[in-house]
């Protein structure tokens, strides 16, 4: 297992040097599974031509993108876009409020 020794200051960086680090990543997840552009276009549904110009920075949709992560078995990156609603302090106590605090008397 690697770790993640250089962490990105992402707000730092321009838009075209973000998509560079991205598509140099993917590149990388693809040598690394040693698969071919050729293999991986067929794996993902997509064209020779797309990878290549995905891998070089050009123009690519969100959904190629995702057919290319599931294709490298690396859908879990999009974890990080997915966050749970913050509950607020407020809506946290109205909740607490309502919980049952104790047990009633059974009636007969």
Wanted: aromatic fraction near 0%.
């Amino acid at each position: 297992m690697t770790t993640i020794n250089n962490i990105k200051n992402w707000s730092a960086m321009s838009d075209p040097a973000i998509v560079k680090e991205v598509c140099n990543n993917i590149k990388r997840l693809r040598l690394n599974k040693n698969i071919s552009q050729t293999e991986l276009a067929n794996l993902s549904g997509l064209n020779r031509v797309t990878i290549s110009r995905l891998e070089a920075g050009r123009a690519a949709t969100l959904l190629t993108i995702i057919q290319v992560l599931r294709a490298l078995d690396k859908l879990e990156v999009l974890n990080a876009l997915i966050t749970e609603p913050e509950i607020s302090p407020i809506q946290l106590l109205k909740q607490k409020e309502k919980q049952r605090q104790k047990a009633s008397p059974r009636k007969r």
